[in-house]
């Protein structure tokens, strides 16, 4: 099953760095994912940042630099202390995460068509169900907090305001 599974992954993660290439290309994926955790955690501070990517405080910093210079990113003193830097997204970065995931669900839409309803149905079933739980054991592996009931996400670095994106899957 695993093997199966491991297989058809592939034909996703096919679409999904499609999409990113097209709408993305001038943007590492190391820089697409922090976008996204500057997406999800507006105002973030560097060394939150840093660790949500997995990123030495030095790199992420670095990163940064390129991200306000593409036009990105912003940076502006916390509110709370002035020595403090908070990242913001630019309007540019906005357009450009909304952009990838159109055509992200454009090339999905194509593909689901092709489905019967009863597939397209059990799919989506069994992707909700391998999304729960890998979210528990992730967030237990990680120290994320767990979805709430209320099917709000919390504590899911990766995982844009719109569509969440599975926690095993660490790149865009």
Known sequence: M???????????LAVWEAARERTTSRLSSAQLRA???VEQYDGINLRRLATLTDML?????????????AGML?????RFDRREISL???????????ELRADRRQRLDRILAGMSDEGRAALLRGMQ???AVARRGEAAAE???????????????????????????RTA
């Open 74 to 78: 912003e940076r502006e003193p916390g």
């Open 143 to 169: 120290g994320w907090p767990l979805q709430q009931p209320s099917g709000e996400r919390v504590g899911d670095p990766l995982a844009g305001p719109e569509e969440p994106r599975p926690p095993v899957a």
């Open 35 to 37: 976008v996204m955790v």
């Open 88 to 98: 913001h997204l630019t309007p540019e970065a906005t357009r450009l995460l909304a």
């Open 129 to 131: 169900e391998f999304d």
């Open 57 to 69: 405080l030095s790199s992420a910093s670095r990163l940064c630099d390129r991200l306000v210079a």
């Open 2 to 12: 695993a093997a199966a599974l491991d297989e058809a992954a592939g034909t996703l």
